[in-house]
């Protein structure tokens, strides 16, 4: 069962950072693209950011040159780097596939950017 455990979340004010992390289980995790996906409050959920398995990344226009994303194929794990964070930048964040398994979403680590 593929599975997807997010964490590092938690508040921070504008201008802070923070650094998410996603473990996941259940699939070739080295083969997959990954992405980061986020949902602010009354929002659909959108994409962040993806990366390949050799390491090319992908950033929606919103966080472009404040976000990174990268992954570490051993420990079958995706990290997001935040810096400089909005109060825009407030969501629950989510990793999965890209594109996703709608099927699989783990729980989220919720952001909250706010002084």
């Known amino acids: 069962q593929v599975q997807f455990v997010e964490s590092g979340g938690g508040l921070v004010q504008p201008g802070g950072s923070l650094r998410l992390s996603c473990v996941a289980s259940g699939m070739f995790f080295s083969i997959d693209i990954m992405g980061w996906y986020r949902q602010a409050p009354g929002k659909q959920r959108e994409s962040v950011a993806d990366?390949?398995?050799?390491?090319?990344?992908n950033y929606a226009d919103s966080v472009k040159g404040r976000f990174t994303i990268s992954r570490d194929n051993a420990k079958k794990t995706v990290y997001l780097q935040m810096n400089s964070l909005k109060p825009e930048d407030t969501a629950v964040y989510y990793c999965?596939?890209?594109?996703?398994?709608?099927?699989?979403w783990g729980q989220g680590t919720q952001v909250t950017v706010s002084s």
């Open positions: 999965n596939r890209a594109p996703p398994l709608p099927a699989n």
């Open positions: 990366i390949t398995n050799g390491g090319s990344s």
